[in-house]
C-alpha cells in the first residue's frame, strides 16, 4: 500500500513591514529614554538616531521640546547627553529663535486644530475650564512656540509626544495624542510601535496599560 504523499507545509505568513521609518523609531526611543531619565540611554539613542539618518537638528528639537512633558530639570539633562552627538555636526544653534508672539499664536492653533481636528474647540473649552492661563499657554507656548518649529516635522514629533507620554504614564493626554499623530497622517500601526519601543524605559506593565487605553491592544 502506498503510504499518502505528506501535505505542502503552507507558507510563512510575511512579516509585515515596520510602520514607523527608522528616523521616526529612532526619535521615538529617544524621546522616551528622556522621559525615562537615562541619561547614558540618551546619549546613545542620539547618536543611533543620527546613523539611521535623523538630522542633528531633529535629535536637538526632541531635546528641547521634552520640557513641555518632563519639565526643565529633564531637558536640561537630555540636552547635556546628547551634547556629544551634537556638537560635531553643528546641531546646537548658535542663538535663540526670534520671539514672535503673533507668529507663536497662529502656528501653535493651526497646529493644535490639526492634532485635534473635530475636538479642537471642546479641547479648549475644558482647558479654558481648568485654567484660562493654561489654555493659552498651551497654544502660544507649546503647540506655537515649541511644536511648530522647524527642525522635525509634525508627525514625528507627535509620535515622540505618544512616546513621552507612555513613559510617563499619562493615559488622557496620550488617548488625544495617539488620534493626533493618526490626523497628522500617521497610523494606528505607527502610533502602536512607538508605545511598544517604550518598554525599556515605562515597562512592560505601562505598554501594556497604554496599548489598552487606546484601543490598541
Known sequence: MTPPEPKPRPAPEPEAAPALTPQEAAIAGLSASIAGGAPDDVARLAEAAIERGASAAAVYETALQSYLFVGFPRAIEALFAVRAALSPRGGIPAQAAPRDLDGWERSGR????????SNFERLLDVMRSLSPDLADWMILEGYGK???????APLTREYAVVAILTTTRMWRQLRSHAIGAVNLGGTRAGVRETIVLCSPWAGGDAVAEALGVTGLD
Open 110 to 117: 493651526a497646529l493644535c486644530r490639526s492634532v485635534y481636528g
Open 146 to 152: 515649541t511644536l511648530s518649529r522647524a527642525g522635525l
